[in-house]
């Protein structure tokens, strides 16, 4: 079976730097996917790595270590609109999710 | 690019309605097509693969007679909720990878299915 963790709710304030963990244990490994998703919408594709390292995109990097069945989503220079839930999925042919991160941002 | 379309948004009807929701790809095509159900406060949960001019393969739990996929086009698949009943309201949601990539799925903009 499938078993991905992340933890479940994170709070930050605005410009502050937000690190995301999710480990996992799957029967395969062919790359993990970050997603965010707002209240009542659908996922948005933020970053996938297949290899180990970080992956950076603008304010959102993105860190894998197959030999630890690690990940982390970094966002920086938080805005209120990042709060919101954060999904990494592990693809073994087809997609397998955690429960999501909601991340809350205050002013 | 990489957009996925679905439709209805929204829907509510009555118990014993069968409901079909469509999900298309605009600006690309998709061999495959995946259906996910989401429950309030929960993870994405896959219903079923839809592979086009090929019979769907079902999740473990999910009545493929329930559940019925068509996915007769490459950018075509739908996804019609027999016989609904209140316990199968929830968040019905669609992706589709692009037949010229491997990655990453494109997620539709999800139906909300209430059943009176």
């Known amino acids: 079976g499938q078993n991905i963790d992340q933890p479940t709710e994170m709070t930050a304030t605005e410009g502050a730097i937000v690190q995301i963990n999710c480990t996992y244990q799957?029967?395969?490994?062919?790359?993990l996917f970050w997603y965010q998703q707002h209240a009542g919408e659908a996922p948005t594709f933020l970053s996938y790595?297949?290899?180990?390292g970080l992956e950076e995109k603008g304010r959102f990097s993105s860190f894998l270590s197959r030999s630890k069945g690690y990940s982390y989503l970094l966002l920086k220079e938080l805005q209120m609109k990042d709060s919101a839930s954060y999904l990494c999925?592990?693809?073994?042919?087809?997609?397998?999710f955690g429960a999501g991160t909601t991340v809350t941002v205050r002013a | 690019g990489a957009v996925v379309s679905q439709h209805p948004s929204w829907v509510i009807c009555k118990s014993g309605t069968s409901v079909k929701i469509e999900c298309r790809s605009l600006?690309?095509?998709?061999?495959?097509m995946f259906w996910y159900r989401q429950f309030p406060k929960q993870s994405l949960m896959l219903m079923a693969t839809?592979?086009?001019?090929?019979?769907?393969?079902?999740e473990q739990g999910v009545e493929k007679d329930k559940f019925l996929i068509n996915h007769a086009s490459l950018t075509l698949s739908t996804l019609t909720v027999t016989s609904a009943h209140p316990e199968d309201s929830s968040f019905y949601i669609c992706?589709?990878?692009?037949?010229?990539?491997?990655?990453?799925?494109?997620f539709g903009d999800g139906t909300r299915l209430s059943i009176l």
């Open positions: 992706s589709a990878i692009d037949r010229g990539r491997s990655q990453p799925q494109h």
């Open positions: 799957t029967s395969g490994f062919n790359g």
């Open positions: 790595n297949v290899l180990d």
């Open positions: 999925a592990v693809n073994d042919y087809k997609l397998s």
């Open positions: 600006d690309f095509q998709a061999t495959t």
């Open positions: 839809s592979n086009e001019g090929s019979k769907a393969t079902y």
